[in-house]
């Protein structure tokens, strides 16, 4: 009699499991599997991203991809990004361990203090990230050349010259999202056991061989964390890129997604939108599947 109800039990259990997760399931398939399955058709395509009347897209093959080595803004685009993910993945990741470190020594309210004031520009909106920073390194009334003239340095017109415009937005983006990263770094730290310190200290450790030996090792898995979430986050970089060419050359500073909107939603050119944003999609799985790799090889070395 036990055995029936048992598995009367478990597919009532399993109903049940599928009702709760339908609704999760319709929404991620609406919203994400079937866009990306349409932008993977689109990208065989000569179409417009926004069709009016009885228009019938064009089936061209691989001519999208086969298109764009020989486009010499996809390669400006792709070679910004690539610098842009230098400039920004692993100094952004040391410069919040380095934050994280340094807090830990703190306490109290002071602790929450220096915490807040390191987390505020996290949860600030982009357009109020570009304000400000606009206000301060803008080359006619930036505050910043202000102090220049002060200093008797000449003026430099950061977001307006292609040589300053990407370390800028670099420095501009670690400022702004080293928040989340320095909590992760906190968390981290916390978790370690105050034990294994206290032992480093009474076999006189130095501070340098407590980090190399100690603390770096036990951290690597929220380092590697934090690389991952970073890298690809900094391959989508757009919305800075964007708003700091205004009134400068965009077409110089162009990254992957600038240029994907570009294509779609100035040019109205669908299909080669489309193929770019495979192109990118790729890059973000493969680049971060072998980040990850290399990050667990490191790991067991450590």
Same mark, same amino acid.
């Given at each position: 009699?036990?055995?029936?109800?048992?598995?009367?039990?478990?597919?009532?259990?399993?109903?049940?499991?599928?009702?709760?997760?339908?609704? @999760?399931?319709?929404?991620?398939?609406?919203?994400?599997?079937?866009?990306?399955? =349409?932008?993977?058709?689109?990208?065989?395509?000569?179409?417009?991203?926004?069709?009016?009347? *009885?228009?019938?897209?064009?089936?061209?093959?691989? =001519?999208?991809?086969?298109?764009?080595? =020989?486009?010499? &803004?996809?390669?400006?685009?792709?070679?910004?990004?690539?610098?842009?993910?230098?400039?920004?993945? %692993?100094?952004?990741?040391?410069?919040?361990?380095?934050?994280?470190?340094?807090?830990?020594?703190?306490?109290?309210?002071?602790?929450?203090?220096?915490?807040?004031?390191?987390?505020?520009?996290?949860?600030?909106?982009? +357009?109020?990230?570009?304000?400000?920073?606009?206000?301060?390194?803008?080359?006619?009334?930036?505050?910043?050349?202000?102090?220049?003239?002060?200093?008797?340095?000449?003026?430099?017109?950061?977001?307006?010259?292609?040589?300053?415009?990407?370390?800028?937005?670099?420095?501009?983006?670690?400022?702004?999202?080293?928040? @989340? +990263?320095?909590?992760?770094?906190?968390?981290?730290?916390?978790?370690? *056991?105050?034990?294994?310190?206290?032992?480093?200290? /009474?076999?006189?450790?130095?501070?340098?061989?407590?980090? &190399?030996?100690?603390?770096?090792?036990?951290?690597?898995?929220?380092?590697?964390?934090?690389?991952?979430?970073?890298?690809?986050?900094? /391959?989508?970089? @757009?919305?800075?890129?964007?708003?700091? +060419?205004?009134?400068?050359?965009?077409? =110089?500073?162009?990254?992957? %997604?600038?240029?994907?909107?570009?294509?779609?939603?100035?040019?109205?050119?669908?299909?080669?939108?489309?193929?770019?944003?495979?192109?990118?999609?790729?890059?973000?799985?493969?680049?971060?599947?072998?980040?990850?790799? /290399?990050? &667990?090889?490191?790991?067991?070395?450590?």
């Amino acid at each position: 009699m036990g055995g029936p109800g048992v598995i009367r039990n478990a597919r009532k259990d399993t109903l049940i499991a599928y009702v709760l997760i339908a609704p @999760f399931v319709a929404i991620y398939g609406l919203i994400f599997v079937y866009p990306t399955i =349409d932008m993977f058709i689109l990208s065989f395509q000569d179409a417009p991203l926004i069709t009016f009347g *009885p228009q019938t897209p064009e089936w061209t093959g691989l =001519d999208n991809y086969t298109r764009l080595p =020989d486009d010499r &803004r996809f390669g400006t685009a792709f070679w910004n990004t690539a610098y842009f993910v230098l400039l920004t993945v %692993v100094p952004g990741t040391l410069v919040a361990l380095a934050i994280a470190m340094g807090i830990t020594r703190l306490s109290g309210r002071l602790q929450a203090l220096v915490l807040a004031l390191f987390f505020l520009p996290y949860i600030l909106p982009v +357009s109020v990230v570009y304000r400000i920073w606009d206000w301060t390194l803008n080359f006619q009334f930036g505050i910043a050349m202000h102090l220049f003239d002060v200093l008797g340095i000449d003026r430099v017109p950061i977001f307006k010259t292609s040589t300053w415009f990407m370390p800028a937005v670099a420095f501009v983006t670690i400022w702004w999202t080293c928040g @989340f +990263s320095i909590l992760l770094f906190l968390a981290g730290l916390r978790a370690i *056991p105050t034990e294994i310190y206290e032992a480093a200290e /009474l076999d006189n450790a130095g501070r340098w061989t407590v980090f &190399r030996k100690l603390t770096w090792p036990l951290l690597w898995p929220i380092t590697a964390l934090v690389l991952t979430i970073q890298l690809i986050l900094q /391959l989508k970089i @757009f919305d800075q890129v964007y708003l700091f +060419s205004i009134g400068g050359r965009p077409n =110089d500073n162009l990254v992957m %997604v600038y240029y994907i909107y570009q294509r779609a939603f100035q040019n109205d050119d669908g299909g080669r939108a489309a193929a770019i944003a495979v192109v990118l999609f790729l890059i973000v799985i493969v680049v971060s599947v072998l980040n990850f790799q /290399l990050l &667990r090889l490191a790991e067991r070395k450590t």
